[in-house]
């Protein structure tokens, strides 16, 4: 009877402890899933951020070179003009 009793206990705890274990793994997955889909978002908005500073400075070394050919121009412009004047001997 002592035998039956532990057995039948065992049994018990037994059915208790995977039912227990069986409701808790599928929030486990879930958590796990959350935690990886949040990382991936965080991950993600890095990488647009670092994309549009990386095309911010291309905007801005792009807009750099074009005001310095703009002014090589004139520059350029300006010394042909003053040569133009040496030439005519103004």
């Keep these: 009877m002592a035998?039956?009793?532990t057995?039948?206990?065992f049994g018990v705890?037994?059915?208790f402890s995977l039912s227990t274990t069986t409701a808790l793994q599928p929030t486990a997955p879930?958590?796990?899933q959350l935690y990886s889909k949040n990382y991936q978002e965080i991950v993600h908005k890095r990488l647009l951020r670092a994309q549009?500073?990386?095309e911010e400075a291309n905007e801005e070394r792009v807009s750099v070179?074009?005001?310095f050919k703009s002014t090589n121009i004139q520059f350029k412009v300006g010394r042909l003009g003053d040569s133009a004047e040496a030439a005519l001997g103004n």
Aim: charged share 10%; glycine share 0%.
């Design 3 to 5: 035998l039956f009793r």
């Design 7 to 9: 057995v039948l206990l």
């Design 13 to 15: 705890v037994a059915c």
């Design 30 to 32: 879930a958590s796990s």
């Design 52 to 54: 549009q500073s990386i």
């Design 65 to 67: 070179m074009d005001a």
